[in-house]
């Protein structure tokens, strides 16, 4: 047998429920070039019948598949399934799919929350199957990576929550900040509010400023704190400010903590917690990380500071919206659940 259509009819078969997004695109772009798995379903509403390769040049040569309607496909065929869709989409869709065997990563916020009506007052509808709240796992693997390898249902963290989350849990975790006194100030480039026709997101209404928004309560807030008090013990305090800036992709956070034990070793604490994480990168202290450095790449950088070496302590995170906080996140994910090496696929340097 032709040892290249061995390899290729071995290949798992993967499908994504919208693929024209931006992390539905980032996705395409992370799986075409994994060892393990072959592209077998990609829906499309509004391109349905299109090549994708016409639609995203970049993939010609490398992908011959045409999106599908989603009202019309079957997903039967698939061992693991993205859904790359708006809020409120894939929980219609995931009991069946988990009834047939298929394992799930929603890249929304359908199963962030394991209150039903936490999540509906956040989200403005009902949950269409709050039995699988309890079930879902919450997939910001430094966290939570053995019950995500026996998961068949992974709720992938939104982009905010897994800079603020990876840059205050190891303080939590060691007790040496008060968790009552927390403040995340984070900035998010403008593919972070999806690919949608708006007019305040166009690059005209968007260049040349910069804007807080949904200052008095954003719906990341919970599903961060929520996720803080479960693995830390501790009652979180928060205050969240999300802002927009006039660029395309990345996340900077700026996080403050109140130090409760000033004499803590914080660079330890930090290289400690992250020592065998393949996508952290602790900086010396004192660093400045740029978005332009994880740019394409699934890696998160932190370094730490202590200005006029006082109370505060100040926490630097630059992610890659797109990659660590969605698409490079979940099939980092998708490695663990389909029992591949955590990194395959996300070996790539920041552009």
């Given at each position: ?31 075409i ?29 490398l ?29 219609q ?89 927390l ?19 166009l690059?005209?209404?968007?260049s ?5 928004y ?37 996340i ?8 409760t ?58 992610e ?32």
């Amino acid at each position: 047998m032709n040892m290249e259509f061995e390899m290729e009819h071995n290949k798992l078969r993967i499908g994504i429920v919208g693929g024209t997004g931006y992390s539905g695109a980032e996705l395409l772009r992370i799986l075409i070039a994994h060892p393990g798995v072959q592209l077998d379903v990609v829906t499309s509403r509004g391109e349905a019948g299109q090549l994708i390769a016409d639609f995203f040049p970049a993939f010609r040569g490398l992908l011959d598949l045409s999106f599908s309607d989603p009202a019309q496909v079957d997903l039967g065929g698939c061992d693991l399934v993205f859904f790359a869709t708006p809020n409120g989409t894939a929980m219609q869709q995931v009991p069946a799919l988990l009834d047939q065997g298929i394992k799930v990563i929603d890249l929304a916020a359908d199963f962030r929350l394991r209150d039903a009506g936490l999540w509906s007052q956040w989200y403005a509808m009902e949950h269409a199957c709050p039995e699988l709240l309890a079930e879902a796992v919450y997939g910001l693997t430094e966290v939570n990576r053995e019950a995500i390898r026996k998961a068949r249902l992974v709720a992938n963290p939104g982009c905010y929550p897994t800079a603020v989350s990876l840059g205050f849990l190891p303080l939590l975790e060691a007790g040496v900040v008060n968790s009552q006194g927390l403040i995340a100030d984070v900035i998010s480039g403008t593919s972070g509010a999806g690919r949608k026709l708006t007019a305040s997101l166009l690059h005209a209404e968007v260049s040349e400023s910069i804007s807080a928004y949904s200052a008095s309560g954003h719906r990341h807030q919970p599903e961060i704190v929520s996720f803080l008090e479960t693995v830390s013990g501790r009652s979180i305090g928060l205050t969240f400010v999300p802002h927009m800036a006039p660029m395309i992709r990345g996340i900077h956070a700026t996080l403050y903590a109140p130090l409760t034990e000033p004499d803590a070793d914080i660079q330890a604490i930090f290289e400690q917690r992250f020592d065998s994480e393949p996508f952290v990168d602790v900086m010396p202290p004192g660093s400045h990380p740029r978005t332009q450095s994880v740019r394409g790449a699934n890696t998160c950088r932190i370094p730490w500071h202590r200005p006029g070496n006082g109370e505060t302590l100040v926490v630097l995170v630059a992610e890659d919206n797109l990659v660590k906080g969605a698409a490079g996140q979940a099939v980092q994910n998708m490695n663990l659940m389909l029992g591949f090496d955590e990194a395959a696929g996300l070996g790539g340097i920041g552009f």
